[in-house]
Nanobody, 123 residues
Framework: QVQLVESGGGLVQTGGSLRLSCAAS????????MGWFRQVPGKVRKVVAA????????HYVDSLKGRFTISRDNAKNTTYLQMNSLKPEDTAVYYC????????????????WGQGTQVTVSS
């Protein structure tokens, strides 16, 4: 499995931006599709965005298109989630995950998970 460490979370006001980073180690990063998920207490973890091994293909939850952007830098073994125009309902713990598939969006298709980073958007 690949080891993942998220960073970049924090407290931001409504309308603000954050960029989350997920640093990978332990395996060849470009062999893994990557995804970002989020979870609020008492609710199921849900996919936010996903990106293919090469970065050629991306997937977004429809409701987040235009505000969130997923990217990756295989030379730096890092994937990113740029979040703009943040809303209080974006408050959650954000997780990155790695999948051995070309691209994946289902929770069950991801093999490795980071510890999560808290994002809080104040109104």
């Amino acid at each position: 499995q690949v080891q993942l460490v998220e960073s970049g979370g924090g407290l931001v006001q409504t309308g603000g931006s954050l960029r989350l980073s997920c640093a990978a180690s332990g395996r060849i990063f470009s062999n893994y599709a990557m995804g970002w998920f989020r979870q609020v207490p008492g609710k199921v973890r849900k996919v936010v965005a996903a990106i293919s091994r090469s970065g050629e293909y991306t997937h977004y939850v429809d409701s987040l298109k235009g505000r969130f952007t997923i990217s990756r830098d295989n030379a730096k073994n890092t994937t990113y989630l740029q979040m703009n125009s943040l809303k209080p309902e974006d408050t959650a713990v954000y997780y990155c995950a790695a999948s051995k598939f070309l691209i994946a969006t289902a929770d069950i298709d991801f093999d490795s998970w980071g510890q999560g980073t808290q994002v809080t958007v104040s109104s």
